[in-house]
């Protein structure tokens, strides 16, 4: 089976609506039997034509530009109008950079300081050993982005993430031994790192470039203190999600305003954060790219159906929370199908939605690709009847992809601003720890208790 995995996924689906999906292509394909798999990735957004929570304006990675309501809105990316930007001078720092929009300019100028540049990439993170899978499944579940448990049992967060974590470790660590005995996410996200501060450099505009994982090392914490220590004046933060989630993007986005809100240096920091980048050219180019590569393997190209295998959020997410990624995840699709379309590809394509939660950033190789598409799904496709199988590998280091993320970096700068002025709701802990402390004790004694109620029982077995 050839599935071209593009990303997160938002609706709940399950192995079987899995293995049914491969069944029904399979029985209803008559002249062939391939598929190509591809990957993409969750990310971030509020949909098209809103502010941001900083009150950034989005626009366009194609300029698709329009007004409502006297607002200027549009689709994607963070910043003012996008026109061509070039530095007008340069600094002896490293992180230095000067960029102009329109007829203003900051940076160099006469009597105002050296601009150091910082840009900040935000990713899920993975156990590097398997002695490490119990305590990031841990920090996982302790999100409440990812477990929305009712205002009244909040405080059974941790308690249940310790459950959850403990009985499903053993699971997880099979995958993970699969694949070597860990993650490579960290790895591939600091060679992405890395690539991104070189393409940066390399258009007159070097910035020091920071990875910052939401739930194992290197923490989001851990880089923002570097941050702090190395006296960025100018920061871009950029979720390797292409869509926006509450879980993904969403959940780190949130980490972050509250720990520059308590911060003097950080609360005054000029920031711009980009939150979703799946219609930008560069992205969709690239994305179709990989695919079109990966056709060409076949013995006849044009007879594979592209299979889209994207992972889930719970429906509630979309439907009461409004989160934007179902919508984002269909249109990135439709993006690269008609990039497909536009260099004479018009093979046949499908969407399937794989589990409940599980997300991972699909710019790079993880265990949701490396173990659960390259070999159970790969399993279950040709039990299925599909006969030939590949998949798209993940954009990694791409030149067109790194160099589309530098052009967005570069774009998203000139829009920065402080986040001190921003709202933000403190959690009970901040508010009241020795409230917050008796509760998590009460909370362990009745945690197994209210597992028997049916709504936590049907809670549990999702995520396990």
Same mark, same amino acid.
């Given at each position: 089976?050839?599935?071209?995995? %593009? ?38 957004? *509020? ?38 930007? +070039? ?74 993430? /310790? ?10 660590? @099979?995958? &993970? ?11 591939? $996200?600091?060679?992405? %790192?890395?690539?991104?501060? !070189?393409?940066? +450099?390399?258009?007159? %505009? ?14 989001? @914490?851990?880089?923002? @203190? ?6 960025? $004046? ?13 879980? $993904?993007?969403?959940?780190? !986005? ?26 930008? *050219? ?9 695919? *079109?590569?990966?056709? /060409? +393997?076949?013995?006849?190209?044009? /007879? ?100 589309? =993320? ?20 403190? $959690? ?11 509760? =998590? ?8 208790? =209210? ?11 999702? &995520?396990?």
């Amino acid at each position: 089976m050839n599935a071209t995995t %593009a990303g997160h996924g938002v609706l709940a689906a399950s192995r079987a609506r899995i293995i049914t999906s491969y069944r029904n292509l399979a029985s209803s394909r008559n002249q062939t039997r391939s598929f190509v798999t591809t990957v993409s990735c969750c990310g971030s957004g *509020e949909g098209s034509g809103h502010h941001d929570d900083l009150g950034h304006v989005k626009t366009g990675p194609f300029n698709l530009v329009h007004k409502n309501n006297g607002i200027v809105k549009g689709i994607g990316l963070y910043g003012t109008s996008l026109q061509k930007r +070039k530095p007008v001078c340069q600094g002896s720092s490293a992180g230095a950079a000067v960029w102009t929009v329109g007829d203003d300019a900051f940076g160099c100028a006469s009597g105002v300081a050296e601009e150091k540049v910082g840009v900040l990439l935000l990713n899920l993170g993975g156990p590097e050993t398997l002695h490490d899978v119990q305590p990031f499944l841990f920090n996982l579940f302790a999100d409440p982005d990812i477990i929305r448990l009712p205002r009244l049992f909040r405080f059974l967060q941790r308690p249940l993430a /310790q459950l959850i974590s403990v009985l499903r470790a053993p699971k997880s660590k @099979e995958g &993970y031994a699969s694949i070597g005995g860990g993650s490579p996410l960290r790895k591939i $996200t600091d060679e992405q %790192a890395n690539a991104l501060k !070189i393409a940066l +450099k390399a258009r007159r %505009a070097p910035a020091n470039v920071y990875v910052g994982m939401r739930y194992w090392y290197p923490f989001t @914490e851990e880089a923002v @203190e570097q941050i702090k220590k190395d006296r960025i $004046t100018r920061l871009v933060i950029l979720p390797l999600y292409p869509q926006y989630s509450i879980s $993904t993007s969403g959940s780190s !986005i949130r980490l972050l305003q509250n720990i520059f809100r308590k911060d003097s240096y950080l609360s005054r920091l000029p920031v711009s954060i980009i939150r979703s980048w799946y219609q930008r *050219e560069g992205y969709i180019k690239s994305m179709a790219s990989l695919i *079109e590569e990966e056709l /060409q +393997k076949f013995s006849v190209p044009e /007879q594979v159906m592209i299979f889209f295998s994207a992972h889930g959020v719970p429906v509630s997410y979309v439907e009461d929370a409004g989160d934007p990624y179902k919508d984002q995840m269909e249109e990135c699709i439709s993006l690269i199908m008609q990039e497909l379309k536009a260099r004479g590809i018009n093979n046949d394509h499908t969407l399937a939605y794989q589990s409940f939660l599980r997300i991972k950033c699909f710019v790079s190789e993880h265990i949701e690709t490396l173990e659960e598409i390259d070999m159970e799904y790969k399993h279950l496709a040709l039990e299925s009847g599909i006969e030939n199988w590949g998949r798209v590998p993940a954009l990694g280091c791409t030149t067109s992809f790194i160099s589309d =993320l530098a052009d967005a970096v570069i774009e998203a700068l000139p829009s920065a601003t402080a986040i001190s002025s921003e709202k933000c709701t403190s $959690t009970e802990a901040d508010s009241d720890p020795f409230r917050y402390v008796v509760k =998590l004790l009460f909370g362990s004694i009745l945690a197994f208790f =209210l597992l028997l109620f049916p709504r936590f029982i049907s809670t549990l077995k999702n &995520y396990l």
